[in-house]
Antibody
Framework: EVQLAESGGDLIKPGESLRLSCAAS????????MSWVRQAPGKGLEWVGR??????????DYNTPVKGRFTISRDDSTATVYLQLNSLSAEDTATYYC???????????WGRGTLVTVSS | DIQMTQSPSSLSASIGDRVTITCQAT??????LNWFQQKPGKAPNLLIY???TLKTGVSPRFTGSGSGTDFTLTISSLQPEDIATYYC?????????FGGGTGVDLK
């Protein structure tokens, strides 16, 4: 059974950093392209970024609002994808979802999400 | 960036009604479009990919159509379990972008 389990969400102060994790199981993680998507409370969905597989060059792409502040990485040995969030502001308050791109251009499987709250 | 405009932003319908949601892209995205259903407090769930391909296990009440810039999600006969918010998403160009969502509730 495919599982994606995010963790690491917390209440933190503006300017601080946080690292989110997403533990994957039930599929070939090393071949997987993984994205992060966030959703501010009561708002819509926003794509954060993606990391391709090593076979895909491990290319990382980011959305403009997070470029230079957020970094996606992966550890194929533990089937985990990470999202490092730096220089956080209140606008980054959201539930962060880990997503497996089950096929190119198909966001087929989502984790349950982890909540990040940025507040002084 | 490609902007995705969904309409309506919300709608009320009765059980058994046919429900139609539209999604318009600012640029030609071919058929690189996903539709998702999200229930309160839950993660989004993929319904349709490639604009019109139903994900395995999803009710055939849901159909997707369109290509280029104009897309439609149709629920043929609304059921209580379909009460949710629906989002379209383009994956033709980076950054991937979502529509603003359409909330469907019962009249």
């Amino acid at each position: 059974e495919v599982q994606l389990a995010e963790s690491g969400g917390d209440l933190i102060k503006p300017g601080e950093s946080l690292r989110l994790s997403c533990a994957a199981s039930g599929f070939s993680f090393r071949d997987a392209w993984m994205s992060w998507v966030r959703q501010a409370p009561g708002k819509g969905l926003e794509w954060v970024g993606r990391i391709k597989s090593k076979g895909g060059g491990e290319t990382r792409d980011y959305n403009t609002p997070v470029k230079g502040r957020f970094t996606i990485s992966r550890d194929d040995s533990t089937a985990t994808v990470y999202l490092q969030l730096n220089s956080l502001s209140a606008e980054d308050t959201a539930t962060y979802y880990c997503v497996w791109e089950t096929r190119v251009a198909v966001f087929g499987r989502w984790g349950r999400g982890t909540l990040v709250t940025v507040s002084s | 960036d490609i902007q995705m405009t969904q309409s309506p932003s919300s709608l009320s319908a009765s059980i058994g009604d046919r429900v139609t949601i539209t999604c318009q892209a600012t640029h030609d995205i071919g058929k690189f479009l996903n539709w998702f259903q999200q229930k309160p407090g839950k993660a989004p769930n993929l319904l349709i990919y490639d604009a019109s391909t139903l994900k395995t296990g999803v009710s055939p009440r849901f159909t997707g159509s369109g290509s280029g810039t104009d897309f439609t999600l149709t629920i043929s006969s609304l059921q209580p379990e379909d009460i949710a918010t629906y989002y379209c998403q383009q994956l033709h160009d980076l950054p991937f972008t979502f529509g603003g969502g359409t909330g469907v509730d019962l009249k």
